[in-house]
Nanobody
Framework: QVQLVESGGGLVRPGGSLRVSCAAS????????MGWYRQAPGKQRELVAN???????NYADSVRGRFGISRDYAKNTVYLQMNSLKPEDTAVHYC???????????????WGQGTQVTVSS
């Protein structure tokens, strides 16, 4: 069984910073990608940022230059540093991982339970 456990998030004023973390645990052979999605009320879930094979990073246009994603491979943990936060960044942020639980097995997608990020004065 694989679990993604998120931490961080909360309430911050516009222009402030927050960091969210996500640790993957359980039976994991390899992780192909880890990252963060978010979903605001009444909107679809969207990619915020992720790290894929080769340590390549992808960012949504709306957060590029403000957010930074990094990964600790030894700890199976991904971090999202969010700077210059705006009210429109308010959403539930979900950790996402694409991983294999055995060498020759398929790739599975897992989600964290979500953590609320609220940007408000």
């Amino acid at each position: 069984q694989v679990q993604l456990v998120e931490s961080g998030g909360g309430l911050v004023r516009p222009g402030g910073s927050l960091r969210v973390s996500c640790a993957a645990s359980g039976t994991i052979f390899s992780i192909d990608a880890m990252g963060w999605y978010r979903q605001a009320p009444g909107k679809q879930r969207e990619l915020v940022a992720n790290i894929v094979s080769g340590n390549r990073t992808n960012y949504a246009d709306s957060v590029r230059g403000r957010f930074g994603i990094s990964r600790d491979y030894a700890k199976n943990t991904v971090y999202l540093q969010m700077n210059s936060l705006k009210p429109e960044d308010t959403a539930v942020h979900y950790c996402n991982a694409l991983l294999k639980i055995r060498f020759s097995g398929p790739t599975y997608q897992y989600w964290g339970q979500g953590t609320q990020v609220t940007v408000s004065s």
